[in-house]
């Protein structure tokens, strides 16, 4: 069945396998969606399919494993993750696709973060689909889809991709890279549905510092008279500049919780589940103004950092924020 493994996704895999069944296979595809949810894996698992002598992607024909190493001579890749797609990349492949077909149903072109592709390459790759040949099948892969000419985005069949759900990615990530449950779950919510994402955090700083970083921030006097507190927790936020953006998401999901259950939502929605109890007596503290506050003082400072502002003043500024007793 195709997309087997590939977590989500269910209409967009019946829609393939339809099209696979029928023998309806489209000219060109645009898989469009949010970066990290598996647009590329699917359409290399159907393009595995497509060329298969079973039409099932049995995994030992001639045709499946040359998929399997990416070494079909009807095959073509242009990957644009790697840097601008040039005009004479497009060129090179549109010699390619002259000829017919070696050994699969068509030659197929597989255009990965195809939004890269210059103004000049467009252009070119757009006379391509304006003939379009029986003996072809292009696939372009976007997250950025309005950065596509909108001639070349009516010239393919859109799919549309969306985020992976929470609850399906935690499950994903206890099963298949052996997570724990709870580490499975915060990784899932800071990904934001982008499995690719939760896959490429630094996972061991969720789980050294995410209980710690937590239960210094709840316990943080509301007044500035003792400051050692301060001083410890802004240590610890300015360690490891690459870990910055990790942690500020870590408080903000912490404050995400807070505002949660201060609107009487259950603990079941709480992504810190395990320090519920902090997450409680934190909203005694709180209010919902207070914390929608709180949460845009994180925003500002991941903005700030990202423009590359002096990181202990930063941090100095976000802890005063965060220190502010609601009114």
């Known amino acids: 069945m195709l997309g087997d493994g590939i977590i989500g996704h269910k209409r967009q895999k019946e829609l393939l396998q339809k099209s696979l069944d029928g023998e309806r296979v489209a000219s060109a595809y645009l898989f469009s969606g949010p970066a ?80 890269r592709m210059t103004p000049a390459a467009q252009s070119a790759f757009l006379k391509t689909l304006e003939e379009p040949r029986d003996s072809t099948l292009f696939i372009l892969v976007s997250s950025q889809p309005d950065s596509l000419l909108a001639t070349i985005r009516s010239r393919c069949q859109t799919i549309n991709f969306g985020r992976i759900p929470r609850e399906g990615m935690t499950r994903h990530l206890v099963q298949h890279h052996g997570m724990e449950e709870m580490e499975a779950r915060v990784l899932a919510a800071v990904a934001d549905g982008s499995l690719a994402k939760a896959l490429k955090e630094d996972q061991d700083l969720y789980r050294r510092d995410r209980t710690k970083l937590i239960e210094e921030i709840a316990a943080l006097p509301e007044a500035m008279d003792n400051v050692l507190p301060h001083f410890q927790l802004s240590r610890l936020l300015t360690e490891k500049k690459q870990a910055q953006d990790a942690r500020l998401e870590l408080l903000q999901l912490f404050f995400r919780d807070v505002l949660f259950l201060l609107e009487g939502r259950t603990e079941a929605d709480l992504i810190n589940i395990d320090l519920a109890e902090i997450i409680r007596r934190r909203a005694e503290r709180e209010t919902s103004d207070s914390l929608l506050a709180k949460l845009e003082a994180l925003r500002e400072a991941g903005l700030a950092l990202d423009g590359n502002a002096n990181l202990q003043l930063t941090m100095d500024v976000l802890l005063m924020r965060l220190s502010r007793p609601a009114e």
């Open 36 to 115: 990290g949810v598996g647009k590329k894996l699917l359409a290399l698992n159907f393009l595995k399919i497509f060329f298969c002598d079973h039409k099932k992607g049995c995994g030992t024909c001639v045709n499946c494993k040359k998929m399997a190493q990416q070494v079909h001579p009807d095959l073509f890749f242009l990957d644009g993750s790697v840097g601008s797609i040039k005009i004479d990349e497009v060129r090179l492949i549109q010699k390619h696709l002259k000829y017919h077909p070696l050994e699969a149903p068509r030659k197929v072109c597989l255009i990965d973060d195809a939004e």
